[in-house]
């Protein structure tokens, strides 16, 4: 079946801009992550969701970053006046419950100028 | 909270060789999952193999395999006759059995030389 997508695959936006990612998880996948990866480094956790509930928010490093997924399906991430620090690849992965392997997007890499 | 090391930025390997990338974990739990990663420049995060704590025998997945050691928090990954489609980075990642995120290391990147 399909994998996890993500759109758009780039972005590039200028600072104090708002932006929105958005996930497409595997259908049926009840368990939703956002993370954040910069360059040379490894995956950073944001957000975690299960259902249409955040379940962990932890990882948002600010209240200009935000997250969504009212139908418990697709999921929005949202970042408020954008700094150029917020440039990075920005990963979603889903998997069928809290507690199985995740399955990842192809991320979307956002610049900020 | 818990942290994921790869002492090893890159790592170098001839064609049919094997390779060990290593990794070290530092956790309080008693359960978890362990997992190695490998993302090419396409930037998707492909599931190479997956450990579950509680299993004393090691996972293999074909040309891959782990060595992992509980009671020293070391989750080494062994790639058997190295192909060129292996070139790529590495992370190794934990995930707590009752917690929803996992915990990357920084990453290794593996190249393989013709």
């Known amino acids: 079946g399909a994998g996890v997508s993500q759109t758009p695959s780039n972005k590039v936006t200028e600072k104090g801009k708002y932006v929105e990612l958005r996930c497409d998880p595997i259908s049926g996948h009840t368990a939703l992550y956002w993370y954040r990866q910069s360059l040379g480094q490894g995956p950073e956790f944001l957000i975690y969701?299960?259902?249409?509930?955040?379940?962990?928010d932890s990882g948002l490093p600010n209240d200009r970053f935000f997250a969504v997924r009212p139908e418990g399906s697709v999921s929005t991430l949202k970042i408020q006046r954008t700094e150029r620090g917020d440039s990075a690849v920005y990963l979603c992965?889903?998997?069928?419950?809290?507690?199985?392997?995740?399955?990842f997007g192809p991320g979307t890499r956002l610049t900020v100028l | 909270a818990q942290t994921v090391t790869q002492s090893q930025p890159e790592m170098s390997v001839q064609e049919a060789e094997t390779v060990t990338l290593s990794c070290t974990y530092d956790?309080?739990?008693?359960?978890?999952?362990l997992f190695w990663y490998k993302q090419p420049p396409s930037r998707q995060m492909i599931l190479v193999i997956r450990q579950e704590a509680y299993k004393q025998q090691n996972a293999t997945e074909n040309r891959f395999s782990v060595n992992f050691q509980k009671a020293a928090k070391s989750f080494s990954l062994k790639i058997s006759d190295s192909q060129l489609g292996d070139a790529a980075m590495y992370f190794c990642?934990?995930?707590?059995?009752?917690?929803?995120?996992?915990?990357f290391g920084d990453g290794t990147t593996l190249t393989v030389k013709p």
């Open positions: 992965a889903s998997s069928s419950d809290y507690s199985d392997t995740q399955y």
């Open positions: 956790t309080s739990e008693s359960d978890y999952y």
């Open positions: 969701f299960q259902g249409t509930g955040a379940a962990d």
């Open positions: 990642a934990y995930k707590g059995t009752n917690a929803g995120k996992s915990t």
